[in-house]
């Protein structure tokens, strides 16, 4: 609890001077150093950049042959069979006699 002694704002200008000093003390790489660097990054994502999409096309390419992909047609069963759509029905009139009529009304 000694670090909380003091002032807010001088230990907070003690801070900002204690890390432009660290900064002082950095080795920073040279331009040339830098662009070497630099470019060791660029081509190291362009081959995994390349790499990663060859593997995704090949196993989409295995894929494909296996027939991964490959729609699969469904048929649906209904409840009424489509034969006894024109089929009579027998619809009872007001007197309680069946009588025939047909599918359509």
Sequence with gaps: M??????????????????FAELKRVTWPTGEKLAKTAAVVLLVIV????????IGSGGRW?????????VVETTSVSETDPSDAEAPV??????????EASAEG
Excluded at 2 to 16: E, M
Excluded at 90 to 99: H, K, N, R, S, W
């Design 2 to 19: 000694a670090d909380n002694k003091g002032n807010f704002f001088k230990r907070l200008g003690k801070k900002i001077s204690d890390v």
């Design 47 to 54: 081959f995994f950049a390349v790499y990663l999409t060859l």
């Design 62 to 70: 295995v894929l494909d042959k296996v027939g991964f992909y490959d």
């Design 90 to 99: 027998e619809v009872i009139d007001d007197v309680g006699e069946p009588t």
